[in-house]
C-alpha cells in the first residue's frame, strides 16, 4: 500500500478520525431493507462489485472480491468521456451485523482520499448502507468543479444505496415495490 496518495489510511474505519484536516467529509446512510436475507444479499452484492457494476461503473480488476490489496481502476462514463480513477482496497470487514470494504486513491486519481462502503443490520433488523468519504482534489478540474464534485459525489452515494436496494430485493424475491408498501 506504499503508494496510496494520502496519509490517513483506514480513517474511514474509525470515525473519529473523520474528516482529517484539509479534507471534505461525505457520509450518507441509506436503508436498504430488513433482516438477515437482505444483509446477506447487499453484503454479497457489495463486496463482488455487483453494485458498483449495476450502476454502470466500470470496476477494473483481477480479483472477484474486495480484499485489503486488491487495485481496482474505477472508470465513470463513456468512451472518450470516460474518467478512470486507480484505487487500492485499504480494509475490510465481515463481521456477524457489519460487511463493507475502502478504498484508497492511487497516483493518477483526479480526488485525493479514501471511501468506503458498508451495509449494517441493525438490532432492529434494518438493513443500511452507509458511504464514507474524505477526499480533497488532486488535479486542476478537480478543484475547478469545486461544489460541484462534492454534489456529485452526494448523488453517487445516494445511488449506491437505491441500486443496493434493487440488488438485494432481488436475491431475496422481494420486489421493492413490495417493500414500500409494507408488503
Same mark, same amino acid.
Not at 43 to 53: D, Q, S
Not at 62 to 74: D, I, L, Q, T
Not at 124 to 144: E, I, K, N
Given at each position: 500500500?506504499?503508494?496510496?496518495?494520502y496519509?490517513?489510511?483506514?480513517?474511514?474505519?474509525?470515525?473519529?478520525?473523520?474528516?482529517?484536516?484539509?479534507?471534505?467529509?461525505?457520509?450518507?446512510?441509506?436503508?436498504?431493507?430488513?433482516g438477515?436475507r437482505?444483509?446477506?444479499?447487499?453484503?454479497?452484492?457489495?463486496?463482488?462489485?455487483?453494485?458498483?457494476?449495476?450502476?454502470?461503473?466500470?470496476?477494473?480488476?483481477?480479483?472477484?472480491?474486495a480484499?485489503p490489496?486488491?487495485r481496482v481502476?474505477?472508470?465513470?462514463?463513456? !468512451?472518450?468521456? @470516460? +474518467? #478512470?480513477?486507480p484505487?487500492?482496497?485499504?480494509?475490510? &470487514?465481515?463481521?456477524?451485523?457489519?460487511? /463493507?470494504? *475502502?478504498?484508497?486513491s492511487?497516483?493518477?486519481?483526479?480526488?485525493?482520499?479514501?471511501?468506503s462502503f458498508?451495509?449494517?443490520?441493525?438490532?432492529? !433488523?434494518?438493513? @443500511? +448502507? #452507509?458511504?464514507?468519504?474524505f477526499?480533497?482534489?488532486? &488535479?486542476?478540474?478537480?478543484?475547478?468543479? /469545486?461544489? *460541484?464534485?462534492?454534489?456529485f459525489?452526494r448523488?453517487y452515494a445516494?445511488?449506491c444505496?437505491?441500486v443496493?436496494?434493487?440488488?438485494?430485493?432481488t436475491?431475496?424475491?422481494?420486489?421493492?415495490?413490495?417493500?414500500?408498501?409494507?408488503?
Amino acid at each position: 500500500m506504499g503508494s496510496l496518495t494520502y496519509r490517513e489510511v483506514g480513517a474511514t474505519g474509525d470515525g473519529s478520525r473523520l474528516p482529517p484536516p484539509g479534507y471534505h467529509l461525505l457520509r450518507e446512510s441509506m436503508r436498504i431493507g430488513s433482516g438477515e436475507r437482505e444483509f446477506a444479499a447487499a453484503g454479497e452484492a457489495l463486496m463482488r462489485w455487483r453494485m458498483h457494476r449495476r450502476m454502470g461503473v466500470r470496476m477494473d480488476t483481477e480479483a472477484s472480491a474486495a480484499a485489503p490489496g486488491v487495485r481496482v481502476a474505477v472508470g465513470l462514463g463513456v !468512451g472518450p468521456l @470516460r +474518467l #478512470t480513477a486507480p484505487c487500492e482496497v485499504v480494509w475490510t &470487514v465481515r463481521e456477524a451485523h457489519r460487511i /463493507g470494504w *475502502a478504498y484508497g486513491s492511487l497516483p493518477g486519481h483526479p480526488e485525493c482520499g479514501e471511501e468506503s462502503f458498508v451495509v449494517e443490520r441493525g438490532a432492529d !433488523g434494518t438493513v @443500511r +448502507l #452507509t458511504v464514507t468519504a474524505f477526499s480533497r482534489p488532486a &488535479v486542476w478540474y478537480t478543484r475547478v468543479g /469545486g461544489p *460541484a464534485i462534492r454534489l456529485f459525489q452526494r448523488a453517487y452515494a445516494r445511488r449506491c444505496g437505491r441500486v443496493l436496494r434493487r440488488l438485494a430485493a432481488t436475491r431475496t424475491g422481494q420486489s421493492v415495490r413490495d417493500r414500500t408498501s409494507g408488503g
